[in-house]
């Protein structure tokens, strides 16, 4: 059983940068496919960043170049760097994991919540 918790979110002005990290439980971390999804207010949620369990990275076009998503295997954690933050950059942001070739099924933190407002 995988569970997930994130931490890190805050207030922080335009053009500030925060880390979020998702600690998971559990004894399969290096086989799980990590992903950051976000939600802002009367919006659907939105994925942001993955990490593959082969380190293989994408990210959306809005967060492209200013976010970095990345994996410590040994602390089981994951972390999302976000750089040059816009106050459309403000949403409650998800921690997301599964590795469907050995049977784990979509897991979810409770959300963290990202303010950016100067």
């Known amino acids: 059983q995988v569970q997930l918790v994130e931490s890190g979110g805050g207030l922080v002005p335009p053009g500030g940068s925060l880390r979020l990290s998702c600690v998971a439980s559990g004894r399969i971390f290096r086989q799980l496919r990590l992903r950051w999804y976000r939600q802002a207010p009367g919006k659907q949620r939105e994925l942001v960043a993955t990490?593959?369990?082969?380190?293989?990275?994408t990210y959306s076009d809005s967060v492209k170049g200013r976010f970095t998503i990345s994996r410590d295997n040994a602390k089981s954690t994951v972390y999302l760097q976000m750089n040059s933050l816009k106050p459309e950059d403000t949403a409650v942001y998800y921690c997301?994991?599964?590795?469907?070739?050995?049977?784990?099924?979509?897991?979810w933190g409770e959300g963290t919540q990202v303010t950016v407002s100067s």
């Open positions: 990490i593959t369990n082969t380190d293989i990275t």
């Open positions: 997301n994991a599964n590795a469907p070739w050995v049977g784990v099924r979509d897991v």
